[in-house]
């Protein structure tokens, strides 16, 4: 069973930014497409980017777009999510998760998915 840990969270200014990471365990990390989604208090959870096996295709949401990056280093088994311009109804936990197929297509919905991480959480201040 894959074991994922998110990184670099925090509190930040609004326009402000972070980077976040998260880690896996194992050896077929660079088989699996992986996601970032995120839950706002009182809210659903929420998709917010995804990447491919290979890192060679990326899709990010529409609320997202142009501000978050979403990239991986499979020699590191790490997957990123770059924040930039962040704006105050961005605070949320962000959770990285790994698709359930092996070299599969993009995910973009949460059943897709068999294994999280426990989550960073990201607060950005007005």
């Known amino acids: 069973q894959v074991h994922l840990v998110e990184s670099g969270g925090g509190l930040v200014q609004a326009g402000g930014s972070l980077r976040l990471s998260c880690a896996a365990s194992g050896r077929t990390f660079g088989w699996y497409a992986m996601g970032w989604f995120r839950q706002a208090p009182g809210k659903e959870r929420e998709f917010v980017a995804v990447?491919?096996?290979?890192?060679?295709?990326?899709f990010v949401a529409d609320s997202v777009k142009g501000r978050f990056t979403i990239s991986r280093d499979n020699a590191k088994n790490t997957v990123y999510l770059q924040l930039n311009s962040l704006k105050p109804e961005d605070t949320a936990v962000y959770y990285c998760?790994?698709?359930?197929?092996?070299?599969?297509?993009?995910?973009?919905?949460?059943?897709?998915?068999?294994?999280w991480g426990q989550g960073t959480q990201v607060t950005v201040s007005s």
């Open positions: 998760a790994r698709d359930k197929r092996p070299f599969g297509p993009l995910g973009l919905h949460s059943l897709e998915y068999d294994a």
């Open positions: 990447i491919d096996w290979s890192g060679g295709s990326t």
